[in-house]
């Protein structure tokens, strides 16, 4: 899996001084080193330019680089919403999306994101494209958020999903959310508001189609 990342990465990624910059500014900050790939960075940016989504929702904001990628998506007319517990890291994220010129179409809630989540529900937010990459064991939780926050036909996308091989391959070291992961996906696959496919990039995305909004 590594080997197969690093030859997409070398193929379709060329390089990029700005996203640098957001890595070396994650590592200077003590934060960890938990960023979608290259690869999955450029397919976001390509997902949501293709679906032409304008209101994203993300979860995790870590240091921005996945929100730079969300926001080169949609160019000078989309918004993007970005949870993230830390207050810390929210700045950071602030910091760089503003350095790559989109501090006037984001903005931060932070804290807990189930906690976030509900008020957007309250106040009948809904979004056409959303963005998880949190704490694994919330993601079942934040599924269903994203689905009832969720215009007709929004992508939902989720990160992590292979556990770095884990999932499927037996003499991977597991990680402490395999199991759990390995049961997420099953839930996604068969899920009746869902029309999901795993794309094996990065650490596994999973894109999912929201498809039935009459399902409780």
Excluded: W
């Amino acid at each position: 899996m590594k080997q197969i990342n690093s030859y997409i990465d070398s193929l379709f990624y060329t390089g990029d001084a700005l996203l640098e910059e957001v890595i070396s500014s994650i590592q200077e900050n003590g934060m960890p080193s938990i960023s979608v790939s290259p690869s999955s960075g450029k397919l976001l940016t390509m997902l949501i330019s293709i679906s032409g989504a304008k209101n994203v929702l993300e979860i995790g904001a870590l240091g921005g680089y996945s929100g730079i990628c969300l926001a080169r998506g949609f160019g000078s007319e989309g918004k993007l919403t970005s949870l993230e517990l830390k207050e810390e890291y929210a700045k950071l994220a602030y910091h760089n999306l503003t350095k790559a010129g989109f501090g006037d179409q984001v903005s931060y809630m932070t804290g807990a994101a189930l906690q976030s989540l509900e008020k957007l529900a309250h106040d009948n937010k809904k979004f056409d494209f959303f963005f998880i990459d949190a704490d694994k064991d919330n993601y079942e939780n934040y599924l269903q958020y994203c689905i009832k926050l969720a215009e007709p036909g929004a992508l939902i996308v989720m990160d992590n999903v292979l556990a770095r091989g884990s999932v499927a391959d037996p003499d991977a070291e597991p990680k402490h959310y395999t199991a759990f992961m390995k049961a997420f996906n099953e839930t996604v696959a068969k899920h009746p508001q869902l029309e999901s496919m795993l794309i094996p990039i990065g650490d596994g995305l999973t894109l999912s189609k929201v498809i039935d909004q009459t399902h409780e």
